[in-house]
């Protein structure tokens, strides 16, 4: 077993491929993962399966297309074979430390496979006031606020109005003052992660493992640490005014041209946020060589998703299939590799989970629906399959059932040309993404019917097998866990109740 390599998979939260300097950002955001980059295999079209968490994890983890087992499956399915169950079979020691993404809890079923599965959860944010109103709630006041909100909006251009005035009350005047970011800040910030992952290694030293990272420093509300902002030699900002810029690119009631004002001053809280994640990363490091597990681990950093900053007006990172959103950093870093090699093809992150396992020596479940490629990473050689995404339009909550059954986004990306399938609004657009890498002007159907043809046939093949039958028996538990029952509930198991069917072959 001593031979046998260990992993550590480092996942961030809305990190943008091309917000990292080894993917070409000026910024200098990740200058440990820069050097890194110079020992590591690099993937400059790494794309994920699905947007956003809910969608994209399946397929890093179970190597699983998110929608394979039907609409109504969140997350990992019962007894779902994972990167973490291989591992834990094969004598590893595994362990998850994650900074409270609600999408990566028990409930999801990312604890199966974790001997240590810490779900860290800034306990103080449930309690915090962001924005104290005193005018929404039963008293006199605001029984007035909602009568001159319904008037105003009854009249001709009062209404837009009555919005910017009650939103300036409540930001200058209604909320406490903020003393710091840190007071501001949802989500336990990455050296509170690396410092729990360094004592699980001290604790288990000797034994391989496998340690799964997720940071959320870049994810929205942006409120980045003060050292995260130093490293990039930014000054830091009043923490009112953080908390007025978060606050005001969070509003739906004006449009894109009003946003655009607090763009960059968000991206610059963005971007603190992947400072100090690649920071830390680099304090892991440090440790993992001076206690000498560095030169037998396998290490990969990636993301989840992208992040929207008005590109085609949308922010955040709601389910849609622009390249700021499914367009990811990967570097794969493995022991006895001194210099950095680029995988240009098109990397669809269903492929991680086995070419991680391979790349570590150990077997790789039949299960998988993604391929191998260490082989072809070890030989510098090039694979031709297309990356194929896929979300349900419109699902921003996938607690909402009718959310859930929601036609469906598909997105086929090869090297240049990129479908996009809309099965809600009827549409087909091909991108030349050589000529137009923002996607504004999709192709004219008398253009690129070879390529059309091609990626519609792929996109065709997907969809053919969603909607066969896949692992029926786990779909069954995981809607069991899913209503609140015991996965070994006997009486429903035997109903054989016909309300629990996997929906996939509703191929839209």
Known sequence: ????????????????????????????TTRFLDGLAGESFVF?????????TYYSFPAILASRYPLSLGREVRGLAVGETTLASVFREGGYATAFFGAGNPYLGAQFGYDCGFDTFCDLVNDDSASKNFDIDPSTGNNWLGNLNRTLAEVSHKIPGMGAAYDELYFQYCQRWAASDPRSLDELRRFPAADVLVAKAEAWLSAIAGQPFFLWL?????????????????????????ASRASYLNASWNRFDIGSERLRRFRDEIVCLYDAGISWVD????????????????ENCIFAVTADHGEAFLEHGSRYHAPALGEELIHVPLLIRVPGSRKKQVCSNPFSMIHLAPTLLAAAGLQIPGEFQGENYWTHMRDGAGWSKPAITECVAGCTNPYSGEQRRKPRLLAVREARYKLVLNFDAGTEHLFDLESDPGENSPL????????????LEAALEHLTNSARPRNSDAYLRTRLREIGLPPGNDRLEASGDASFHVDASRAG
């Not at 260990?6 to 080894?22: E, K, M, N, P, Y």
């Not at 304090?283 to 001076?290: C, I, M, N, V």
């Open 1 to 28: 077993m001593a031979e046998n390599k260990s992993v550590i998979l480092v996942t961030v939260d809305c990190l943008r491929a091309d917000h990292c300097g080894f993917m070409g950002y000026r910024r200098p």
């Open 44 to 52: 400059p079209a790494a794309i994920v399966a699905g947007v956003p």
């Open 214 to 238: 997720h940071f959320m420093d870049p994810h929205a509300p942006y409120y980045p640490t003060e050292e995260g902002l130093t490293i990039l030699g930014m000054p830091k900002p009043e």
């Open 279 to 294: 920071a830390q990363l680099s304090k892991l490091t440090e440790t993992l060589r001076r206690t000498g597990l560095w």
């Open 444 to 455: 004219a159907f008398e253009r690129g019917n070879l390529e059309r043809r091609r990626l």
